[in-house]
């Protein structure tokens, strides 16, 4: 490998992801950046295809870590065309250029637990998706024009949590740090259901599968499910927070609000109308989401934890809750 390009570099995982690439050091590492710059980073909308060309030819990578999107579930509720502006064209910009441009490069993308509809749980590389929210929708169409270039993986995050140190830290885990070190009280639901991942562990597991050639699918995740509520009490307990400020409470109690358009995604409409893109900018890199349980617009799946034996079977063992939150704190910890 002798060349790596990491997309939304300036996000809560893709900057975790640049910052662990960089310090392997036995590759040029490139990072991108949108909205947030940050010194080393370059500046690229992926929804341009002259800047997504000028870049792939200036920085003429083997490898493409594409981290960027708009991340936040209820924000692409909102603003649905934005959202498939940053999350579908953007994609399909880079992987066009590869095809024509970048014979022998990898495309990796990171993808979600969201493509799911959470009716079952433990969810399969061969399980269907069937995505309920529009950041969900996106997301499955990028990673279908992802996978029908020959040289992709494809990784399926879930509940990401961790430190970063440039102050890009979005997630569960820190909305209930935050919370509760305010004294504020916390409503958790007890039956939504993720497996929450030590951004820490993405990077390495990636290099792995890559420098195994390994191409396809693949569910990279906390190895154990768990609800809400159950990460929240687990944080708590880690950070020496009050845990009696945290409230369970059932997801069946939120009525998600119908968006814009009538409660319909209209996907078919946008892949046809390209006129929003000149009018919209995507946010980029990792946008935070609502964690309030009463300010949830975009619906969320019940159950979307993934079963991780596929990458069990190639040697990849990913960090259990509790060593990740004690990784976190120290980490936050040597950050004073």
């Known amino acids: 490998m002798t060349g790596i390009l ?176 305010s004294g504020k009280q916390v409503r958790a639901f007890y039956d939504q259901i993720n497996c929450p991942t030590l951004i820490d562990d993405i990077a390495p597991a990636i290099l792995k599968l890559l420098r195994k050639k390994k191409t396809g699918l693949f569910h990279l995740c906390g190895h154990k499910a768990l609800s809400r509520a159950d990460i929240a009490l687990e944080t708590a307990n880690e950070f020496k927070l009050k845990a009696s400020l945290i409230e369970r409470v059932s997801i069946e109690r939120l009525s998600f609000r119908q968006s814009q358009t009538g409660g319909k995604t209209n996907l078919e409409k946008m892949r046809g109308d390209r006129s929003f893109s000149e009018q919209t900018r995507p946010v980029t890199g990792g946008v935070s989401e609502h964690f309030d349980t009463s300010k949830q617009p975009a619906e969320r799946p019940r159950n979307s934890s993934l079963d991780t034996s596929r990458i069990r079977a190639e040697g990849i063992v990913m960090h259990g809750f509790k060593a990740g939150l004690k990784i976190m704190r120290e980490q936050m910890a040597c950050a004073i």
């Open 6 to 181: 990491i997309t939304g570099a300036s996000g809560f995982l893709g900057r975790k992801l640049y910052d662990t690439l960089k310090a392997v050091g036995d590759m040029p590492v490139y990072g991108t950046y949108l909205t947030r710059p940050q010194e080393g980073l370059i500046s690229l909308d992926i929804t341009d295809p002259e800047q997504v060309r000028e870049v792939l030819n200036r920085t003429k990578p083997d490898i493409i870590i594409h981290a960027a999107a708009m991340a936040s579930v209820d924000l692409c509720e909102q603003r649905q065309e934005e959202a498939y502006d940053a999350n579908v064209t953007g994609t399909r910009n880079l992987v066009r250029n590869l095809v024509s441009h970048a014979d022998g490069c990898t495309f990796v993308f990171i993808s979600t637990d969201y493509v799911f509809d959470g009716s079952k749980g433990s969810y399969t590389e061969e399980d269907a998706p069937n995505p309920i929210n529009h950041y969900g929708k996106t997301k499955l169409e990028a990673e279908r024009a992802v996978l029908a270039y020959s040289r992709s993986l494809v990784v399926r995050v879930s509940s990401l949590y961790g430190y970063n140190p440039h102050g890009v830290n979005h997630g569960f885990v820190h909305f209930v740090i935050s919370n509760l070190s």
